[in-house]
């Protein structure tokens, strides 16, 4: 059983350690910023203030609260350390917000206005004012640095243009956009909707009829192992009933024993259990104010088990006329 | 005063079904009885026969628009109890019934047969490429290809979501097939097996304990809807309802659901199923195509659970293989693809009862076919 308990302790972290690595925040990325904003995407009060967009690059919910996002990453490696305290000019994404538990592939816009009052999504430091051309993305715990993004400060602060990255959470290719896209992908021209992609990359449906039949089988294969695992620790806690049975049979007293002897016969032949079950049901029922001598038992002409009894209860199949 | 009676008469005429009625009205309110003879005199599948068939006829009555009359009509009686099954909750419910029905134990005693509900669901990815060979929009082939699944509530949800312009058709082919189990797939069976391979003797299978039929559906849920969570609307409740039946504390919930509340959803399934067979509608084109492709995958889900059998028997002992004509269960159509295997198996060998190890493919199927929905959902919705 101790073998048991090891594979299923084993196969219980690999699914949750693959769960705890699918869902960190380690996929989100800096996406776009705008800083001249003049006319261009406004804030829930109206206002146009510098924004930058976040994206999450994995495909199940990331939930983003608790994490820092600041232009100055002074006080990073001592936050970082054992005890270490989080500088306070960084700005903490709320935890009670609902909205900052962003969807698979999914974007976030935030307002780089240093008016940390004004809600979750303003942030409290506004590059227009800083001295640094950067934005850095830190864990909840202040140790990791999960994104950072350099940008051309001056360019940005003079001309109405945004900078990111051409295609969504793939670094190393950031560039000025042609289109503004805050809450939605970069990659504008290139959208296609599912259906057109299907069609373009997988015409024959060959592709996703293997993908398909290989995540059924692996499904039916998990199961089957889990089977198999209940079957060999059911036969082991069987086996380990019959010896406690056995052993528990090698005590009787030699009285035990006799009375044993004279109590059961040596066997029972199946007409007799058949007569003593009918006479117990019989009895037990109230049922026996006229009990007739004789018991008939109709034997089944054809070979009879358990598994043909089963037809009995199913509904009856359809007549085929030939 | 006379006019009056005359204009009244023709005005009345014309609201009637008389009036409006034209051959496709006709056509699909004989196919409607065509279904509820089938159901009633050849007892094919009459549960869910006759309410669809009697959809058929009510929906396919003609009538004027605007009175709140039809399936398809804001406001209508019939329009708000297919409600349930434009957003898909009739399915569910019904996957809780059958979860409160079926006994797991052919499969937890012999968990090699679960493999062969796997490779039957080939059936339905060979139906999809066929639609798109055809012309179909892949989210069209999607559902199209549910119907080699052989399981109506599984074809419902799908295209519910993913075509539902073509759930109608879908929807009758589906349950159609179903259906017709017991014809199309014996001469399948007897194609693809020898004298030899009919007459096998499978082991008998091992005595399960309850604590096994009671872990079962929630490693199960567990299992599955990690990998395909786009499953769980129909994964979770099938295993529900399962562990309501096995848990046995909760045996009023497991009569309800697998008795009553399976009854008011089936007949509500059914019949609003069918009432959405409307002739404007259903009697198109692509209406045959998805019949012929509809069959189509049935033949080939029947086959490769056949020939799957075959090529693992390649790999087990003597003594150990499995009988050929059990890989026909592999479809989800619960329990007449396993009674087509006893019922076949019989006829070569009078005392080689297949039921009870027909049914561990044919539950596996019922897994297998919802796991490849959510696949197809999560690719294509």
Known sequence: ?322 | MFDFFKEGLIQFFGYSGFGNCTWGHIIMICVGLFFITLGVVKEFEPMLLVPIGFGMIIGNIPFTDGLQIGVYENGAVLNYLYFGVIKGFYPPLIFLGIGAMTDFSALISNPKLILVGAAAQFGIFAAYATSLLLGFTPMEAGAIGIIGGADGPTAIFLSSKLAPSLMGAIAVSAYSYMALVPVIQPPIMRLFTNEKERVIRMRPPRAVTHREKVLFPLFCILLTAFLVPSGIPLLGMLFFGNLLKECGVTKRLANTASGPLIDIVTILIGLTVGASTQATNFLTPKSILIFVLGAFSFVVATATGVLFVKFLNLFLKEGNKINPLIGNAGVSAVPDAARVSYVEGMKYDKTNYLLMHAMGPNVAGVIGSAVAAGILLSFLY
Request: glycine share 6%; with cysteine.
């Open chain 1, 1 to 322: 059983m101790k073998s048991i308990s090891k594979y299923i302790i084993l196969l219980a972290l690999v699914l949750t350690s693959g769960a705890v690595f699918g869902q960190s925040v380690r996929d989100l990325r800096f996406n776009e910023i705008l800083i001249k904003n003049t006319d261009n995407f406004d804030d829930e009060y109206g206002r146009h203030v510098p924004w930058v967009e976040i994206f999450n690059t994995a495909y199940n919910n990331v939930n983003m609260a608790g994490c820092y996002l600041t232009d100055d990453t002074t006080g990073f490696a001592a936050a970082g350390k054992k005890g270490g305290e989080i500088p306070e000019h960084w700005y903490r994404i709320p935890k009670t917000d609902v909205k900052t538990n962003m969807p698979q592939r999914s974007y976030l816009v935030f307002y780089l206005d240093a008016e940390p009052l004004y809600g979750t999504f303003h942030t409290n430091f506004d590059p227009r004012t800083s001295e640094t051309d950067y934005l850095a993305l830190i864990s909840a715990d202040g140790k990791d640095l999960i994104d950072i993004l350099h940008y051309p400060k001056e360019a940005l602060m003079e001309s109405t243009v945004s900078y990111g990255l051409e295609k969504d959470g793939i670094t190393g290719n950031a560039m000025f956009l042609h289109q503004f896209t805050p809450g939605s992908s970069n990659e504008v021209k290139a959208t296609v909707s599912k259906q057109e992609r299907l069609k373009r990359d997988d015409p024959y449906g060959i592709g996703l009829a293997i993908i398909s039949m290989s995540v059924v089988f692996t499904a039916l294969i998990l199961i089957y192992l889990m089977l198999k695992l209940f079957g060999y620790s059911s036969k082991k806690i069987a086996q380990r009933n019959a010896q406690k049975a056995a052993a528990a049979a090698a005590i009787p007293t030699a009285a035990a024993d006799a009375s044993k002897q004279e109590d059961l016969p040596e066997q029972l032949t199946g007409e007799e259990a058949a007569a003593i079950a009918m006479a117990l049901h019989l009895h037990f029922n109230s049922m026996h104010d006229e009990e007739s001598e004789i018991i008939t038992i109709d034997m089944p002409s054809a070979h009879y088990s358990p598994w043909a009894q089963k037809e009995l209860i199913m509904k009856r199949a359809p007549r085929i006329r030939k």
